[in-house]
Structure formats: structure tokens, C-alpha cells
């Protein structure tokens, strides 16, 4: 099949088709979720940090789930995560005002999504020619950003000017991830080994990677549940503001993401993880000390470019992936090995927002800045475990 200049394989093609609806997936995620539950659900800081011990609990399980669906293979997995996931969001977006309902229909939506999270690098990679993987995962996620930019850019519109409600946007985002299951059963290998003997791998010589998972997500939920609670709660934001932030992220994901993959080829997985560690040292403080430098535009702008930076850096779990990769003694293991280390990121994961939300609740107004105090200094321990990686 020949799309332009480029000759790509019909799997590759569906992938490729597959990345787009998962995008659609991705913007209604980042601009809708939080203030779904702030404005429609009218959930307290405590109650969205309650949400989230729960809703990781399928990352820290990724691991057993991965063993208990070993035998149908990789893209089969895919296709039955991405439809679960579906359904958990159709309901998340459908159902009233009750914590438990929301919970429940969140936690389906968050199994879908954390036991794809492997699969979505090591299915990139195994279209990768010769090792380019991260030039590879780069292309397939700037695609990723392109569908994000267009949904982000309807979901202003349809914000701004008709007022749709958010019922309507979650279930179109539930349509699209059901749809990007079902065309994983037309992949038929992906171009690469996708099926593995062993249903759990652990391997001493990935400490490194484990521990570096470990940090990443509790650095990582700290800003996932509270950068948009900051600009909804403390700057008083309404969800256009977010998905226009958004939107700025993934336009300059086009081009950042391949930038970035092929950074990780050239220069190593070290130095791109040293990359985002820094890069998210500055970000925390942008967030931490904004409000201290005069007027509230100039806070809201330093917030605004602390947010686009903290989410472009997502970019870095090409570098993970890749490490894993290219250390692998069998390709095949690839996916089993990272559902390990998304494991160990949600062990921390669970427990940070349910803490850090009670360090802002119990500090006042000015709470949020011991929340992100704590990130800063995580990211300093990033950048020194990420300095002993042998790449």
C-alpha cells in the first residue's frame, strides 16, 4: 500500500488508522475528564484524589492480566483491551452524580487502557526498520498528536459554540476506542514474534528500568490528577482553557515526538531520560512559585507553559520502551517486560494522589505548592537513577 512517497504494509496501515481513534480517545481524556468531574460530577479535590488508588489498581495488576491472556497473543490482547476500555468510558460518560458509579465505570475504562499501555510501544517497535525503534514509535505518536490536535480543535468548537454536554463527547470517545479493538483482529502479525511462551518475565538486569517505572509514576500522577485541578481549582479555568492548552501540546507533538524518537536513537536512552527529568525539574517550579511573580496573567501563562512542557515530556516512555527493547534477549518479551514496570509504577501510583491530595487539602489555599515541591524533587531523583543507565 502506498500512502504519498510512502510504501507501508496493510497492518502497518491499521496501526496506523487504530493510533488515530486512540488520539480521539486521548483528547477527550485530557481536556474532558477533570472538569466532568469538577463541573457536572461537582467533586471535591479529596473525592478526584479518592478516584485514583482505585483507578490505577489495573496498572499495578497489568502484570496478572497480561499472564492470564498470555495465550491469545499480543494484538489479540489489544483488540479485548481496547473494548473493555470502550465500554468502562461509554458508562463513565453516561452515568449521574454518584461516586460509586463513577468509580466502578472509570476502573473498567482504566483496565482497557493500562493492560494496551505496553502493547501500544512494543506493537510501534515491531514495525520499526532495523533498530530505528524510537524514529518509529516517534512517527506513529506524532500521528497520534495529529488526530489529538483535530479532536482537541472540535471539542473547542463544539464547547464554545454548542454548548454540547459531556455525555455526548464520551460517548463519542467510547465509539472510537471500541472501534481501534476491533480492527486489531485485521492485524495478522504486526511484522514481528507477538507471541510469548512465558506469561510473567522478570529480569535482574532491567533493575534500572524498574526502578526508573517506580519513580515515573509517582512523579507522573502527581501530575496527571493535579496540573488540571490546579488550573480548574486555583486559576479558576474553565475546559476550553485546558483543551487549548491541549491542542498547543499536540501541535507541537507533530513534530517534538519524531524529533524526540530519533533523539533516543542518536544520542541514547540516557540522555533523553536526563532530558525529562530536567525538563520536568523546571515545570514544577513554574507550578510551584507562578503565582509569586506579579500579575495573575503572568502566573496563568508560566502555569500554562509549565503544563505544555510537563505533557510533551510523556514523550519519554519511548526512551523506557526502547531501553527495554534493545536489551531484550527475545523480542517477545518485550511487552511482558514493561507490564512489569507498569506494575511497579502504579504500586507507587495508587497511593501518591490519595497522599498529595490530603497534603493540599490540609495546607489551604496554598497546599498545591507542597503537592508539586514533592515532584520537583522527584524529578531530581529521575535524573540521577537515569545517569547510571548503560546505553
Aim: hydrophobic share 55%; proline share 3%; glycine share 8%.
Amino acid at each position: 500500500m502506498k500512502i504519498g512517497k510512502y510504501e507501508i504494509s496493510a497492518d502497518l496501515f491499521i496501526f496506523l488508522v487504530i493510533s488515530v481513534l486512540l488520539g480521539v480517545v486521548a483528547a477527550v481524556e485530557s481536556t474532558s475528564l477533570a472538569n466532568r468531574l469538577y463541573e457536572d460530577l461537582d467533586f471535591t479535590v479529596m473525592q478526584r484524589s479518592l478516584l485514583e488508588t482505585p483507578r490505577e489498581l489495573p496498572g499495578l495488576l497489568a502484570v496478572v492480566f497480561f499472564g492470564m491472556l498470555n495465550g491469545l497473543g499480543d494484538m489479540r490482547i489489544a483488540a479485548v483491551a481496547n473494548i473493555i476500555g470502550g465500554i468502562g468510558l461509554l458508562f463513565f460518560g453516561l452515568v449521574p452524580n454518584h461516586f460509586y458509579l463513577v468509580l466502578f465505570f472509570l476502573v473498567i475504562y482504566s483496565v482497557g487502557q493500562h493492560l494496551y499501555l505496553p502493547l501500544s510501544s512494543t506493537i510501534a517497535m515491531g514495525f520499526a526498520e532495523g533498530e530505528n525503534f524510537g524514529k518509529r514509535m516517534g512517527q506513529v505518536q506524532g500521528l497520534g498528536s495529529l488526530s489529538i490536535i483535530i479532536t482537541s480543535g472540535l471539542l473547542y468548537i463544539l464547547y464554545r459554540f454548542f454548548h454540547v454536554t459531556y455525555q455526548v463527547v464520551f460517548v463519542i470517545a467510547a465509539f472510537a476506542m471500541a472501534l481501534a479493538g476491533v480492527l486489531f483482529f485485521f492485524i495478522k502479525n504486526g511484522g514481528k514474534k507477538i507471541i510469548c511462551e512465558k506469561r510473567f518475565v522478570f529480569h535482574k538486569e532491567f533493575k534500572l528500568y524498574y526502578i526508573l517505572s517506580t519513580i515515573n509514576g509517582a512523579r507522573k500522577q502527581i501530575t496527571l490528577t493535579f496540573v488540571p485541578w490546579l488550573i480548574i481549582d486555583v486559576y479558576h479555568q474553565p475546559v476550553t482553557t485546558i483543551t487549548m492548552l491541549f491542542f498547543i501540546v499536540c501541535v507541537i507533538s507533530i513534530f517534538f515526538k519524531p524529533w524526540f524518537g530519533d533523539l533516543i536513537d542518536k544520542k541514547g536512552e540516557r540522555y533523553a531520560l536526563q532530558f525529562e527529568a530536567v525538563i520536568m525539574f523546571v515545570a514544577c517550579i513554574g507550578f510551584v512559585f507562578a503565582k509569586s511573580l506579579g500579575s495573575f496573567t503572568i502566573a496563568l501563562i508560566v502555569v500554562g507553559i509549565s503544563y505544555v512542557a510537563d505533557k510533551l515530556m510523556e514523550s519519554a516512555s519511548m526512551a523506557r520502551a526502547t531501553y527495554v527493547r534493545k536489551h531484550s534477549h527475545d523480542p517477545a518479551e518485550v511487552a511482558r517486560t514493561i507490564s512489569m514496570g507498569v506494575s511497579m509504577d502504579h504500586l507507587v501510583s495508587m497511593f501518591v494522589p490519595v497522599f498529595a491530595g490530603y497534603v493540599w487539602y490540609s495546607n489551604g489555599p496554598n497546599g498545591y505548592r507542597y503537592v508539586f515541591l514533592g515532584a520537583l524533587v522527584i524529578s531530581f531523583v529521575n535524573f540521577m537513577i537515569a545517569s547510571k543507565l548503560d546505553t
